[in-house]
């Protein structure tokens, strides 16, 4: 059995974080399902979805880890060509990766104590994200 439902979020863009665990979480109850594997894929090439501890000092190191590896002020050809000046968003997106996947058991997600599932905007503005969520269950 396969199940989709969408998400969506109002970001800030500038690598805002946004957890989308408790989303994720109801999403799975709602299914009625009691085991199998949810999937979490954010459409578009500035964004992406992974786990991470959610709490003000790890998100500060995160937001700087992409300033230092792939900065914003960088030449990009893709700011060559298109002149949004978001080369770097794409960059990062595609590092990062677009989905993150999460097995659960008897309705709740199987996550470690401190892992959160997150929606990363890499865009240099806000934007309207959608969220797919898929759950698969044999």
Known sequence: MITT?????????????????????????????????????????????????????????????FERIIPEGMDYAHNERWQDGNGHSHVRASVLGASFTVPFTNGKLLLGTWQHIVLVDFDNRPRERRVIVQIISG
């Open 5 to 65: 439902d969408e998400l969506t979020y109002a970001s800030k863009g500038h690598t805002d974080i946004i957890d989308v665990t408790a989303d994720v979480q109801k999403v799975v109850k709602k299914s009625k399902v009691k085991e199998g594997q949810v999937t979490v894929f954010v459409p578009g090439a500035t964004a992406s979805v992974t786990a991470i501890e959610y709490e003000s000092g790890l998100l500060s190191d995160f937001k700087e880890m």
